[in-house]
């Protein structure tokens, strides 16, 4: 197969490995990362401070410290598992979910699918990080009072961002099948006889596994323009503590227990002008972590799809799983995953 | 047609019904020793929305940048005003700009037309918040060079700041509409007429600027919404970083503190491109003849 040949399948995928596995490692490795780093650093000839937290790029390498003087670095790759692994949980949960809502939704009487449209077509003008701020703003606020464990509130979060999408996604996935049961080796089926249980581990099953491998990677990119966004909100995995620092006025400072990347972020944001390197850094392991899932969709559609398509052309035998690959469902599947990537942000 | 017609009023009851059952959510999930969904205090808060509904003066809501409460109907007005203003220009600059891109990106040779997609994905893979960061070091970074400060780039107080947030805004969405673009292009591409063209000799770039676009455009206003919702939640995403007093940051606070506000914020955003979307399309079908459905 040509996808265990492609570097462009390899390179983006042994990044995302080695940032989650050495994020397990930092713990092992630097078992002090946690803790503040040097309170100033002094020239070792004259012996006076040249530099006090947060330290600049050159003066602690590679993306300097943070305002505690721990290295930015490893307090980011220490982040990853938490970044990474929830979006993957993430995207998971949305595919399960959004299959079941989809098989509900191509079997639903032509009424209460219109009826569904409606309602759920409100989630289309209401950006999916004010619907997440909403559910979650309590809770932070919880968490914020000490009632609320760290990792309790970070699985909450994981199942209400995945619960969020899943009415949408599902009526798209949903249209898709619905679109796919008008074919006529499907009505074929159904004239033999076949049930809807029949219909759904027979052809839906099948239709869906093929899209899904794609839709996976689409909904972790997604996933991570949302982090990103609900960082800016001071919503992120894991929660926010909240200190006041403020002596007349209320001036809240933030930490995080996960460092997760949205977090160090959201911490950093007051900083943008004086040490811009400190709200960077974590968006560029963001821009990096998503490029690499849209290079993996991008080759995984290539191979997956199009050039299945090619293949069900050349033979001869042109039995109903190659007739699935028409162009009209490959389209069906790029407008759910056009919309999927962008709107729902 | 006539169907279609009875669908609309339908369609946007039933969403008008979804905005109100959603602004209820803040008071959803509550934490005391273990997650509980309080659907009790759910439902008192969509009555309390209700009765406030029967008196819409009443409702006040905070401005962030002085901490003092207004009266909802002048305040928000004048903020939905200014941020949509922010919002439509920077839709028309970047819609313009993505299609003359893609345009042009359509008569490169092949080789750098796959250059620029492979760039169109780079750009694609960047955070919002990024290209914004990145922007307003850049007019710093400006200023330190030049010592001239091209635009203002942070908003103190009442003050209104018109240029980079357009930009910003205008920026944002450009790669997804590119995609968009070449993608509906492709699509047409393939279609006999294309061909028909060419066999009489006309030329790729008359072909494709007067004959494809035409219909782009048309499946362009069909995948409207999904573009209007991208630039509803970059703009949060600005007003946030500029610490604009806009709309959407308005519309921020009062979901978790005014769910009437935020509700009747959610049906001014609604209701005027409800309004526009329907009339357009029925335009477009009763001139084009085209009934689309790209989502019934």
């Known amino acids: 197969m040509s996808l265990l040949r492609s570097y ?36 070792e000839e004259t012996g006076r401070v040249i530099a006090a937290p947060p330290y600049s790029t050159s003066e602690m390498p590679p993306l300097g410290s943070d305002k505690l003087g721990r290295n930015m670095f490893i307090i980011l790759v220490a982040g990853a598992k938490y970044t990474l692994l929830s979006a993957i949980a993430i995207a998971l949960l949305r595919m399960a979910g959004g299959f079941i809502t989809g098989v509900l939704y191509a079997f639903l ?99 869906f596994s093929r899209q899904s491998i794609v839709l996976f990677s689409e909904q972790l990119a997604q996933t991570l323009f949302l982090l990103v966004q609900l960082g800016i909100l001071h919503i992120t995995l894991g929660g926010l503590i909240t200190e006041n620092f403020g002596v007349l006025e209320y001036i809240p400072q933030y930490f995080s227990v996960t460092n997760e990347w949205a977090a160090t ?45 090619i ?17 009209q469902n490959v389209e069906d599947f790029h407008f759910v995953q056009g919309r999927n990537q962008h709107e729902s942000i | 047609m006539k169907k279609h017609l009875l669908r609309l009023p339908v369609q946007f009851i039933l969403t008008c019904l979804g905005l109100f059952l959603f602004s209820g959510a803040g008071s959803l ?54 941020s949509f203003l922010l919002l439509a220009s920077a839709f028309l600059i970047a819609v313009v700009s993505a299609a003359l891109l893609s345009y042009l990106s359509m008569l490169l040779p092949r080789r750098a037309h ?5 760039i169109l994905d780079l750009l694609d893979s960047l955070p919002d918040v990024l290209v914004v960061v990145i ?64 066999s009489k000799g006309f030329s790729k770039a008359y072909t494709l600027w007067v004959h494809l676009f035409r219909n782009v455009w048309i499946s362009f206003y069909y995948h409207m919404k999904p573009i209007f919702l991208l630039m509803l939640s970059n703009l949060l995403i600005i007003e946030i970083l500029f610490n604009i007093n806009g709309f959407m940051a308005a519309m921020l606070s009062v979901a978790v503190s005014e769910p009437s506000a935020f509700f009747i914020g959610m049906l001014m955003i609604y209701v005027p491109f409800f309004i526009l979307f329907s009339l357009g399309q029925l335009f477009i079908t009763k001139y084009t003849g085209i009934h689309e459905e790209v989502e019934s």
């Open chain 2, 29 to 82: 999930l509550m934490y005391d020793h273990e997650l509980v969904i309080h659907i009790a205090k759910y439902l008192h808060t969509l009555e309390l929305i209700l009765k406030d509904l029967l008196d819409p003066g009443n409702i006040l809501i905070r401005v962030e940048a002085d901490g003092k409460d207004y009266p909802i109907f002048p305040m928000l007005l004048k903020l939905f005003g200014y």
């Open chain 1, 8 to 43: 462009r399948f390899w390179i983006p995928l042994v990044i995302l490995l080695a940032m989650i596995i050495g994020s397990y490692l930092v713990p092992i490795l630097y078992p002090d990362f946690q803790e503040s780093g040097p309170p100033y650093m002094t020239d």
């Open chain 2, 114 to 118: 796959r250059f620029f997609l492979r």
């Open chain 1, 265 to 309: 972020m959201s911490i950093n944001i007051q900083q943008i002008f004086n040490k811009p390197m400190l709200l960077l850094a974590p968006l560029l392991f963001f821009a990096v972590s998503i490029y690499c899932v849209n290079q993996i969709s991008t080759v995984l559609r290539q191979v997956l799809i199009d050039e299945q398509t």
């Open chain 1, 311 to 327: 293949r069900g052309r050349r033979s001869k035998k042109l039995d109903q799983t190659n007739t699935v690959f028409s162009k």
């Open chain 1, 109 to 207: 009487p032509r009424w209460l699918r219109a009826g569904a449209k409606g309602l759920l077509d409100t989630f289309n003008f209401i950006p999916l990080a004010i619907v997440v701020y909403i559910l979650l703003f309590p809770l932070q606020l919880a968490f914020a009072g000490g009632s609320l464990p760290s990792f309790r509130f970070l699985i909450i979060e994981i199942i209400v961002i995945s619960l969020i999408v899943i009415p949408s996604l599902g009526m798209y996935v949903g249209q898709g099948m619905h679109d796919f049961l008008k074919q006529d080796f499907v009505s074929a089926s159904r004239t033999m006889g076949a049930g809807r249980i029949q219909l759904i581990r027979r052809h839906l099953w099948p239709y």
């Open chain 2, 135 to 198: 922007l307003q070091l850049f007019i710093i970074w400006l200023f330190k060079k030049t010592g001239i400060l091209f635009f203002d780039m942070y908003a103190l107080g009442e003050e209104r700041i018109y240029v980079l947030p357009i930009i910003c805004l205008a920026v944002m969405p450009i790669a997804f509409l590119i995609k968009n673009f070449l993608f509906q292009l492709s699509e047409e591409g393939d279609k006999p007429y294309v061909e028909f063209s060419f």
